[in-house]
Nanobody
Framework: QVQLVESGGGLVQAGGSLRLSCAAS????????MGWYRQAPGKQREYVAH???????NHADSVKGRFTISRDSAKNTVYLQMDSLKPEDTAVYYC???????????????WGQGTQVTVSS
């Protein structure tokens, strides 16, 4: 199977920065998309950003201009640079990937376990 290991979460003050990382491992032949979602207490999980195989990126309106998604393809790793953090950004952040596995033709979705980001006032 595929494992997604997240790191970089923590507690910061408003206006601060964090950089989340998510490394994928397993029998992966191709990563089609990697992205980030988040879920705040009492709210639904929401989309944050993603990056495609070709390097095309997209960010949710709520984080545009503050968050930047990037990748290191050689390491099968996606990053989320989070600047100008606000208390409203407090959530559990989940990385996700759509991958094609060795010996398969289809695409499968895998999720990380989540990392807590807390932004204090």
């Amino acid at each position: 199977q595929v494992q997604l290991v997240e790191s970089g979460g923590g507690l910061v003050q408003a206006g601060g920065s964090l950089r989340l990382s998510c490394a994928a491992s397993g029998s992966i032949i191709r990563i089609n998309v990697m992205g980030w979602y988040r879920q705040a207490p009492g709210k639904q999980r929401e989309y944050v950003a993603h990056i495609t195989q070709g390097g095309l990126t997209n960010h949710a309106d709520s984080v545009k201009g503050r968050f930047t998604i990037s990748r290191d393809s050689a390491k099968n790793t996606v990053y989320l640079q989070m600047d100008s953090l606000k208390p409203e950004d407090t959530a559990v952040y989940y990385c996700a990937t759509d991958v094609t596995l060795v010996g398969r033709l289809d695409v499968s979705r895998y999720w990380g376990q989540g990392t807590q980001v807390t932004v204090s006032s």
